[in-house]
């Protein structure tokens, strides 16, 4: 069986003396009174609950599944699932980072999103609940009006209520532009909305007496495409004027889909048939309404994957300590032994580093991106919050494809460690392996998040956001250009954002004669990028590390943070060079096999 210990040292470390958060929020007022004690406090307790009421709910909830009672559309979760909700919500974590005007605590969203990592390592299928809800409590906050506000956010606060986002449709995923679903208007302000989605995670279940959509759906006036979107919000129990449930809404779960992983989360198709909404923000603005929460499920899902690596990790290497075959090619370790522990193998280690590396460079962006987001809502200084926001926005297509690529390619290796235990189910590790491929698919796939950032993101702005961040990479190589001792850590990002900017202009040169060149480098091109702020991450916590040595601390923390910082740039930021050519190849290559595809 597969054990966890929330890595809350690792947490601390770049909260604290990487980010210096605490710093951060004394410039907010919403957050000027958070110190390190309270976010070291609320660490450690979501920590145990991730531990020790969600973990162990994690492989029985994976072989049990979801179950669909196909005459009252109602649905079973896994044993436990319910109760552990209900331990959520009365531990207030739901509530966490909400707005204490709904009934929230109002603590930074830095502080919610380790909460997050530490839940999607002990069970992702069981977090997903809980964590949609979080979405379309912040696309409500942003577009919602204010009856609407004082119907659901407090519900959504508390965790009374849970809600999901419904966007996919059968004949379309990311295109949104082709939705039927209809919404007729009655004329009392509510609309009849009728249609089809699939897809919708945690969209039937019995944690709560109500469950909040939000739906895309077409006004009887809307032009076509992805201009004539609205957005509405369908409860499944319609809210009386005084707040109390009325009768159930015509939307109905019909099937569960069967899927690869997180088996113990409800992936529902939804029938809608004239179940009633409301409009949320304005007519035919729904798309731009519904990025909100679509751009925190991107968050999100990197935080997903984050989670699992942590996980996988974690498993792996207790098994290579423990785990004897062989003996090591330099001459016999454990002499009184048999064979040699596993670890002692290069290649091990190679696998058991790529896993580390990529969780502590998730972990620093994710809390990096925590942190600009609530600079962007919170910061006194309008430029400030103007620059988090366009900083994030960059970030966030990185987000959810690097670290969800990483997270499967970290998986798959940690899987590899166990051999033939890997795939073993009771070791838990062929779990994280199928968890981890989902993410790299929904909430728009790794390919469409590379569009977005080289498409709109990167060229759309004239390379603006782009420089924001090679000024924080220009930053840290001036800081520490002349110290001998970061040379290794700093001479490699000085050098890729040197020619970032090269890089850049040649596609979106290309790009300008012909879109496809565009498409054909923008994979290549996100990985690229995201070994730049990986590169920039590493960069600061090496920084921090040699600081603390040379200040004459022992502590073997510091030593280890250095040694995955140099196993990251000797291993892993290399693949920049292939990627690079690779994205110059263009686009002929592909385009040009009418033959091999016919």
């Not at 179950?67 to 699932?81: I, M, S, Y």
């Not at 198709?269 to 929460?293: I, N, R």
């Not at 994030?392 to 690097?402: G, R, S």
């Not at 590493?538 to 200040?551: G, N």
Request: glycine share 10%.
């Amino acid at each position: 069986m597969p054990t966890y210990t929330p890595p809350l040292r690792d947490m601390q470390f770049v909260m604290h003396e990487v980010f210096h958060l605490t710093d951060e929020f004394k410039a907010m007022p919403r957050y000027a009174e958070v110190d390190v004690d309270t976010v070291n406090a609320v660490l450690q307790e979501a920590g145990r609950f991730a531990a020790e009421v969600t973990f162990p709910l994690n492989i029985s909830g994976d072989t049990e599944g979801c179950q669909l009672d196909t005459a009252t559309h109602e649905v079973t979760t896994p044993k436990g699932f319910k109760e552990a909700y209900g331990k959520y919500v009365e531990g207030g974590w739901a509530a966490l980072s909400c707005d204490p005007e709904f009934g929230g605590q109002g603590l930074p969203f830095a502080l919610n999103q380790c909460l997050y990592e530490m839940l999607n390592s002990a069970n992702q299928a069981w977090t997903m609940y809980p964590g949609l809800s979080h979405g379309a409590y912040e696309a409500l906050v942003a577009h919602g009006t204010d009856e609407q506000k004082k119907t659901y956010l407090p519900k959504l606060t508390s965790g009374e209520w849970t809600g999901t986002m419904c966007l996919t449709e059968p004949h379309c995923g990311t295109d949104l532009g082709l939705l039927r679903t209809k919404a007729e208007p009655v004329g009392d302000g509510t609309y009849r909305i009728t249609g089809n989605k699939i897809f919708i995670s945690a969209g039937e279940h019995g944690f709560t007496d109500n469950i909040v959509h939000l739906v895309l759906a077409r006004l009887p006036d809307a032009p076509k495409g992805s201009k004539g979107i609205s957005l509405f919000v369908v409860p499944k129990f319609k809210v009386s004027a005084d707040g109390s449930l009325g009768e159930r809404n015509p939307i109905f779960c019909t099937a569960l889909e069967h899927k690869m992983g997180i088996h113990g989360n409800a992936t529902c198709a939804l029938a809608l048939d004239g179940a009633v909404g409301t409009l949320v923000g304005e007519p035919h603005k729904g798309l731009a309404a519904m990025f909100v929460m679509m751009n925190a499920a991107r968050l999100g899902v990197g935080n997903q994957s984050l989670g699992l690596t942590e996980v996988a990790f974690q498993n792996a290497l207790a098994y290579a300590k423990e785990r004897l075959q062989m003996r090591s090619l330099s001459g016999k370790k454990a002499k009184d032994k048999e064979a040699d522990p596993i670890i002692v193998h290069p290649d091990v280690r190679k696998m058991l580093l790529t896993a580390r590396a990529y969780a502590d460079g998730a972990r620093a962006l994710q809390v990096l991106c925590s942190l600009l987001v609530d600079k962007a809502h919170h910061h006194p200084d309008e430029k400030v919050r103007k620059d988090s926001d366009q900083l994030v926005a960059l970030l966030t297509p990185i987000v959810k494809a690097f670290v969800t690529d990483n997270g499967f390619a970290a998986t798959n290796a940690c899987m590899q460690v166990f051999g033939g235990h890997g795939y073993i189910k009771e070791w838990g590790m062929e779990q994280f392996v199928r968890d981890a491929r989902i993410n790299m698919i929904y909430e728009g796939t790794n390919t469409v998040q590379s569009l977005d950032l080289l498409g709109r993101k990167v060229l759309g702005d004239q390379g603006a956001a782009l420089k924001k961040l090679g000024k924080l990479v220009g930053q840290l190589v001036q800081e520490e250009g002349v110290n001998e001792a970061m040379a290794e850590f700093i001479n490699p990002i000085a050098l890729l954002g040197e020619q970032m900017t090269k890089f850049t202009t040649e596609i979106g040169f290309k790009g300008f004669q012909n879109p496809d060149e565009v498409g054909a480098a923008a994979v290549d091109y996100l990985r690229v990028a995201g070994h730049l702020v990986f590169g920039y991450l590493f960069a600061r916590m090496a920084q921090v590390a040699l600081r603390k040595i040379a200040e004459g601390s022992t502590d073997p923390f510091y030593t280890a943070k250095l040694q995955t910082a140099r196993f990251y740039f000797a291993k892993l930021f290399p693949e920049i060079h292939s990627l690079m050519r690779t994205a110059r190849a263009g686009s002929k290559s592909l385009m040009d096999t009418d033959a091999v595809l016919a």
